[in-house]
């Protein structure tokens, strides 16, 4: 039997000491599944939960020798991934794939890979197994040498139209309950792929992903994995919903009371953009009787100006209204911002702070609590501001680590920065950037 060994990519260079929680690797978890479906003997090592440093990587695939090995890529472990597999020895096969390859494979057919490398662009659970087979339907885009680059778009034999018919194997996601904000068990899940919205910073953006559609998962499909949850994990207590937009619109609320409603022990928390509800306000009381405990709002920018140059939709006002209700309702709110986009003044670092302030104070009046959770701008592979900033000044930053918000606890892993690309000092930015963290 065929051996495969698919590893969750690390985000540090070392190993890590601090004590931090990390979501499991879904999307490695469907392809372990699909995998193990066709008759290869699958292990998935989450290097990061496990908190491996990189050369620790390199002596596990080379000790284990898999026939082959894969690993995903994004935009702050590029370089990372690279050296280990420009280092490992293995006489097998390797797969690199992850979102950001879509806008990096040209870079991946130059390295010094002693095998053959299969590029992956695009979702990889159906056409990684053929690959490995040899039973592959379709040919590579790009042939050279020992390395292929395909291409899964929607035209491809090998997209997943149908996602409610892919299984999750959950028995490949070793350890993967957290403990939540409140302090209960909690495991991840996902119902949807695709975003509808076109955010300039975004790698899920609508305008990158043409090739593909957004697809969802039928709500019997969901249940059926809730109630295998529910039956693995007795003492789990909610669920999150990793979906860019699981809340689409108002209509989803009662889409959501007929999927939680057969689990009266689960709460849930999930993400949602403010114009799902901004022409709806009288709807969102009907996310309390689904159980949601707490929604995720990208809000980014306080500063309209910066808000019209990230293409983010949504006003200030629709910001303001839809939060109340939501937290009138006794639904807390989790706000993330964005600090250091390009241009971005000191004027516009205020009106972000304002807001969420503003925000502070109304869940001071409300059932529902109010948190921030806060970020340095980062230029990812192939998004609109990636290719202006590059274009403008020839280079991108490497990534390197920000201790700005290392005060405080479970941030390293999102403390990241490809540069200061505002109008303003690094020492201003990291300091409108705690201040709002502390909120």
Not at 71 to 82: A, C, G, P, R, T
Not at 114 to 131: A, D
Not at 288 to 303: A, M
Request: hydrophobic residues 35%.
């Amino acid at each position: 039997m065929k051996k495969f060994l698919l590893l969750n990519s690390p985000i540090f260079w070392d190993s890590v000491k601090e004590n931090e929680q990390y979501l499991s690797p879904l999307g490695l978890g469907y392809i372990a599944t699909c995998l193990d479906k066709a008759g290869i003997k699958v292990e998935l090592v989450d290097c990061v939960k496990e908190k491996m440093s990189v050369e620790e990587i390199v002596d596990l695939i080379n000790k284990r020798n898999p026939d082959f090995f894969g690993m995903n890529i994004f935009s702050q472990n590029y370089e990372l991934v690279k050296y280990i597999f420009e280092q490992t020895k293995t006489n097998g096969e390797a797969f690199a794939g992850g979102q950001t390859v879509k806008s990096i494979y040209n870079n991946i057919l130059s390295w010094k890979f002693h095998g053959k490398i299969n590029i992956i662009i695009g979702e990889g659970e159906l056409i990684l197994p053929e690959i490995a087979l040899g039973t592959c339907r379709e040919n590579p885009i790009i042939s050279q040498g020992s390395k292929s680059v395909y291409r899964v778009d929607k035209n491809s034999k090998y997209y997943p139209n149908n996602i409610s018919d892919i299984y999750l194997d959950r028995n490949f996601l070793d350890d993967e309950i957290i403990t939540n904000h409140y302090g209960e068990k909690e495991v991840a899940i996902i119902t949807s792929r695709g975003c509808m919205y076109n955010c300039a910073f975004c790698g899920g953006a609508k305008s990158l992903n043409q090739d593909t559609t957004i697809r969802i998962r039928t709500e019997e499909s969901v249940i059926k994995e809730i109630s295998g949850i529910v039956k693995l994990y007795p003492h789990v207590r909610s669920v999150r919903i990793l979906d860019d937009l699981f809340l689409r619109n108002a209509d989803g609320i009662e889409m959501a009371r007929r999927i939680f409603e057969p689990f009266p022990t689960l709460s849930w928390r999930g993400m949602v953009h403010v114009l799902s509800f901004a022409q709806n306000l009288n709807k969102i009381c009907g996310l309390k009787h689904s159980r949601c405990r707490e929604l995720f709002v990208g809000i980014e920018s306080g500063s309209m100006r910066v808000r019209k140059r990230i293409n983010k939709r949504g006003t200030i006002k629709d910001i303001l209204n839809v939060s109340k209700k939501i937290m009138e309702n006794g639904i807390d709110l989790k706000g993330y911002f964005i600090y250091g986009f390009p241009e971005e003044t000191k004027e516009d670092f205020q009106c972000t702070y304002d807001l969420a302030y503003k925000l502070k104070e109304i869940s001071e009046k409300t059932i529902g609590n109010f948190r921030t959770s806060v970020f340095q701008f980062r230029p990812y592979h192939g998004t609109r501001l990636y290719n202006e900033i590059l274009s403008k000044s020839g280079i991108i930053k490497d990534c390197s680590f920000n201790a700005s918000i290392s005060q405080f606890e479970g941030r390293s892993q999102f403390n990241f920065e490809f540069g200061n690309y505002s109008s303003e000092s690094d020492e201003l930015l990291n300091y409108y950037i705690i201040k709002t963290q502390k909120l």
